[in-house]
């Protein structure tokens, strides 16, 4: 069985602040782990994964999350907060079958001028 | 490759309607999966197939809803005597498997409003 929790259904940060959204899993078999993105009416697109190897992943348009075992956590991080990064945010766990997966509630990020 | 296809991207319906959306994979992925994601929620997955074979389907769906890949290509998703309660947006993806199965490709959605 596997669960993803999403802290924080709403984050507000200001252009060029340090974007942080928190995603804690569990799961039974080696996780695959994903950050999605959407916008409103559109569908998920992929900002980055965790398959195997190294903890610290990079994403597109400057974002990466590492992956913390002990944690059981997948952070996302932005160093510099963009208007256009204001979407839904979706934290997901798989097994091997990256296509089947559960996903977090989304944490919607507000970018403040 | 023009990525994964759905149609239609948005259908309005009367309650006890049937309706029928498509999903046109990635060519070359043979594995296929629907979810459904109501508003402020997370997408959840529905049922997945590998070719022609469905393989997997949530409790989620109930017996009024079916879907289909006949081919091993594009597949269907029909709900039967539509609920307010199927509103949602209906999502479908693709992949690869083995070295190819690490991400899935979402198409747009179709977006259901049973009235």
């Known amino acids: 069985a596997q669960s993803v929790t999403q802290l924080g259904s709403h984050v507000s940060v200001s252009e060029g602040a340090l974007v942080l959204l928190r995603c804690n899993y569990s799961s039974s078999v080696p996780p695959y782990l994903f950050w999605y993105v959407q916008y409103p009416n559109q569908g998920l697109q992929l900002l980055l994964k965790y398959t195997t190897g190294a903890t610290l992943v990079k994403g597109i348009n400057g974002f990466e999350a590492e992956f913390k075992k002990s944690e059981t956590s997948f952070h996302l991080t932005k160093p510099s907060a963009h208007m256009s990064d204001a979407a839904e945010y979706f934290c997901a766990v798989s097994g091997t079958n990256a296509g089947k997966s559960t996903f977090g509630d989304g944490t919607t990020l507000t970018v403040k001028p | 490759d023009t990525g994964v296809s759905q149609d239609p991207r948005h259908k309005i319906t009367k309650r006890g309607q049937n309706v029928t959306f498509r999903c046109d994979p990635i060519s070359e992925h043979n594995r296929l999966y629907w979810y459904r994601q109501t508003l402020g929620q997370g997408p959840e997955f529905l049922t997945y197939?590998?070719?022609?074979?469905?393989?997997?389907k949530s409790r989620l769906l109930s017996d009024r809803f079916s879907a289909e890949r006949p081919k091993g290509s594009f597949s269907t998703l029909e709900i039967q005597r539509t609920e307010q309660g199927d509103s949602a947006m209906y999502l479908c993806?693709?992949?690869?498997?083995?070295?190819?199965?690490?991400?899935?490709?979402f198409g747009q959605g179709t977006r259901l409003t049973v009235v």
């Open positions: 993806a693709s992949s690869g498997t083995g070295p190819r199965g690490t991400e899935a490709f």
């Open positions: 197939f590998q070719n022609e074979a469905q393989l997997e």
